[in-house]
């Protein structure tokens, strides 16, 4: 059992930044593939970055590519997305995950999800 609360979100203006940190309970969050994704009201939830286990090893949606990067803490049990040049577009619900297996950009693969932050960008 995993549990996951997010923090960072707010309000903040076009080409501006923000940092989101996801805690997570629990003595093997190495052993957990991580991800990072988004929801806007009336819209499915949307993949945005993904990082793995042990190795590390990353994966973006193309529409963040640049922009963000995906990092995790193991010693600290921390997940981290630091969001950079933001957008209007990117004002959603961010919510982070955990799965026990391969994770990836597929939200129904993972079994642990945080209540999400809120992430406005204003034009």
């Known amino acids: 059992q995993v549990q996951l609360v997010e923090s960072g979100g707010g309000l903040v203006q076009a080409g501006g930044s923000l940092r989101l940190s996801c805690a997570a309970s629990?003595?093997?969050?190495?052993?957990?593939?991580m991800g990072w994704f988004r929801q806007v009201p009336g819209k499915e939830r949307e993949f945005v970055a993904a990082?793995?286990?042990?190795?590390?090893?990353?994966d973006y949606a193309d529409s963040v590519k640049g922009r963000f990067t995906i990092s995790r803490d193991n010693a600290m049990n921390r997940l981290y997305l630091q969001m950079n040049s933001l957008k209007p577009e990117d004002t959603a619900v961010y919510y982070c995950?955990?799965?026990?297996?391969?994770?990836?950009?597929?939200?129904?693969?993972?079994?642990?999800w945080g209540q999400g932050t809120q992430v406005t960008v204003s034009s």
């Open positions: 990082i793995s286990g042990s190795k590390g090893s990353t």
């Open positions: 995950a955990a799965d026990v297996g391969s994770g990836g950009s597929r939200w129904y693969v993972y079994d642990y």
């Open positions: 629990g003595r093997t969050f190495s052993r957990y593939a």
